[in-house]
């Protein structure tokens, strides 16, 4: 594997990366949503399946391995934002019909329909970049502490089981 | 499931020159009018892309044109994507025209092949090699 094919895996990543971010991150930011959000999503689709493809090319590579550990993180925020995601496109299910190959199952970013339970209550803290951190969770929980989209916080970390987040009005 | 390209799909016969360049002509003018979706100003500083990296894939010569549509409302867009710098751009053409977003694709020919009803407009030589 090449430098270029290397920085080729980077940048995809990044457009996986941007892809998921314009993602709303709470129903009350829908209507703000990205007008271009269909060209986002098929950018983000292309991109995993890009990276999916170099991983199965070169599967003991171990140039890929901090790479794969964001992209693995990106992979449980699209999770998690998956029905924020299909609100804003409904017909997402027939995308993979217009294929001329359609994805396998294992593929499961077509498929953010069919997503079953296990995600339903998703929570998870994943590195968005050098100095952040993203925290996920399902809706129920954002309504149940009123948080707001937007909301600024702060968040602490007082020992190794605990976030301490201070909301500010 | 794969990101390669069917080399036929480059080898349709495109629009005759004089179109393209009409298009192409229409394109410059909605740049220079600064018609650009809400957040796509702000999607090219996040992606780190200059605006002139824009209005160079819409006038190089060398760039691929693709017609396609929008899978969310079915609505035309047109692709230029650059096979040099590999700079993807989405406009939307026609009475509401406006630039829609840019990214970097390392392989702009498979993913405008599989863009939803997709039709080359123009294929460059280098963009074939």
Redesign the interface.
């Given at each position: 594997m090449s430098v270029n094919e290397l920085e080729?895996f980077r940048?995809?990543l990044?457009?996986y990366e941007?892809g998921v971010q314009v993602i709303p991150a709470s129903p009350q930011a829908l209507p703000e949503a990205?007008?271009?959000?269909?060209?986002?999503?098929?950018?983000l689709l292309?991109a995993r399946?890009?990276l999916e493809?170099k991983l199965r090319a070169y599967p003991e590579n171990e140039a890929y391995e901090p790479l794969v550990e964001r992209m693995q993180e990106l992979d449980t925020l699209l999770q998690a934002k998956r029905r924020l995601a299909l609100a804003?496109?409904p017909?997402y299910p027939s995308?993979r019909d217009?294929?001329k190959?359609?994805?396998?199952q294992t593929?499961w970013w077509w498929y953010l329909d069919q997503i079953a339970g296990e995600y339903e209550s998703q929570q998870a803290i994943v590195r968005l970049s050098a100095d952040r951190l993203g925290l996920v969770f399902d809706e129920g929980v954002v309504a149940r502490v009123g948080l707001r989209a937007g909301q600024t916080v702060t968040m602490r970390v007082p020992d190794d089981r605990h976030i301490l987040i201070a909301v500010s009005e | 499931m794969t990101n390669t390209v069917e080399e036929p799909w480059c080898d349709v016969e495109g629009w005759l020159p004089e179109a393209v360049a009409e298009l192409v002509a229409q394109a410059v003018e909605d740049y220079q009018e600064g018609k650009f979706s809400r957040d796509f100003e702000d999607k090219l500083a996040d992606r780190g892309i200059p605006l002139q990296a824009v209005i160079g894939a819409v006038t190089s010569r060398q760039s691929v044109i693709v017609e396609y549509s929008d899978r969310r409302d079915g609505s035309r867009r047109i692709g230029f994507w650059h096979p040099r710098r590999k700079y993807f751009v989405a406009w939307k053409p026609g009475a509401e025209s406006r630039y829609m977003t840019c990214f970097w694709r390392e392989n702009g020919l498979a993913y405008m092949q599989r863009l939803l009803d997709s039709r080359p407009i123009r294929c460059s030589e280098r963009a074939k090699s």
């Open positions: 080729a940048r995809e990044e457009n941007y990205d007008e271009a959000f269909s060209d986002e999503l098929e950018s292309f399946d890009w493809q804003l496109v017909n995308w217009t294929l190959e359609r994805p396998p593929h | -």
